[in-house]
């Protein structure tokens, strides 16, 4: 028992598949934050351009 113990925590072979999920989560965390922070940017500069072509006033044009 005390070999199997040994070896087990000897053993690396998992560790390089634990680091790839911490990055990745970590990676996709970042990911969300930045989309939804540029999302609200963008939707309030699309409300404001709306806001104003919607009191725009255009002028008839004849030819």
């Known amino acids: 028992?005390?070999?199997w113990l040994h070896e087990f925590r000897e053993d690396e072979s998992?560790?390089?598949t634990v680091d790839w999920v911490v990055l990745t989560g970590g990676i996709l965390a970042?990911?969300?934050?930045v989309a939804s922070m540029i999302s609200q940017g963008a939707t309030?500069?699309?409300?404001?351009?709306?806001s104003r072509?919607?009191?725009?006033?255009?002028?008839?044009?004849?030819?």
Request: aromatic share 8%.
């Open 1 to 3: 028992m005390i070999h």
């Open 14 to 16: 998992g560790a390089v």
């Open 30 to 33: 970042f990911g969300i934050l």
């Open 44 to 50: 309030d500069s699309a409300g404001a351009v709306g």
């Open 53 to 63: 072509l919607a009191t725009a006033q255009v002028p008839d044009v004849h030819f």
